[in-house]
């Protein structure tokens, strides 16, 4: 069955960096495009960007542009995003999702916490 | 961007009643390819999103007949036949026809 499994949650400062992985299963990685969705407490969904496994390229949300990359190992069948220059509104749950056009699967969530 | 706006935010059913659930977006979603990439999520308390409607009104894997999606354009609906108690939760709608991709608010369902 297609499993996204994410890493464990974070804690970090203001100005720091955060990188979250998102390991796949059950299908062929390079298939299908990753998208990254995050959702701090108790508000809506927020689309952070796009990466196409099999050829690496990416699109960003342009509110994340500078501060967001995602990245893969098709080896291990695992997609990364890591955001930097932290601030406290970043705090939330970061999503990875799989497919081009629809979520059909979802990975837990990692929570990164920001504060100092 | 498109914007997607859904009402109600808020929607208190009875168990066993149905329930209507709108969303419009600001711009059409038919997409050049003829399709209209309008999705409805699920997300249950403590759960990350699931999917259950794409493409307006197909029904995800493992989906219970019960959902249904219809519209077309810019306006859209998603309607539970029979309320359960495991379809608590908030609702949203997506659309994937431009980046970047953007949701409704949500609307959340509870029972009465």
């Known amino acids: 069955q297609v499993q996204l499994v994410q890493s464990g949650a974070e804690v970090k400062k203001p100005g720091a960096s955060v990188k979250v992985s998102c390991k796949a299963s059950?299908?062929?990685?390079?298939?299908?495009?990753i998208n990254w969705v995050r959702q701090a407490t108790g508000q809506g969904l927020e689309w952070m960007g796009w990466?196409?496994?099999?050829?690496?390229?990416?699109g960003y949300a342009q509110k994340f542009q500078g501060r967001v990359t995602m990245t893969r190992n098709t080896s291990i069948s695992t997609a990364y995003m890591e955001l930097s220059s932290l601030r406290s509104e970043d705090t939330a749950v970061y999503y990875c999702t799989r497919g081009t056009r629809v979520g059909d699967y979802w990975g837990q969530g990692t929570l990164v916490t920001v504060s100092s | 961007d498109i914007v997607m706006t859904q009402t109600p935010l808020s929607s208190p059913v009875t168990l066993g009643q149905p329930a209507s659930i709108s969303c419009r977006s600001s711009q059409s979603l038919v997409q050049s390819d003829g399709n209209t990439y309008l999705s409805w999520l699920q997300q249950r308390p403590g759960q990350p999103p699931r999917l259950l409607i794409h493409k307006i009104s197909n029904r995800f894997s493992g989906v219970p007949d019960r959902f249904s999606g219809s519209g077309a354009g810019t306006d859209f609906t998603l309607k539970i036949s029979r309320v359960e108690a495991e379809d608590v939760g908030v609702y949203y709608c997506?659309?994937?026809?431009?980046?970047?991709?953007?949701f409704g608010q949500g609307t959340k369902v509870e029972i009465k």
């Open positions: 997506m659309q994937a026809t431009q980046f970047p991709r953007t």
């Open positions: 059950g299908y062929t990685f390079t298939s299908y495009d």
């Open positions: 990466m196409n496994p099999n050829s690496g390229n990416t």
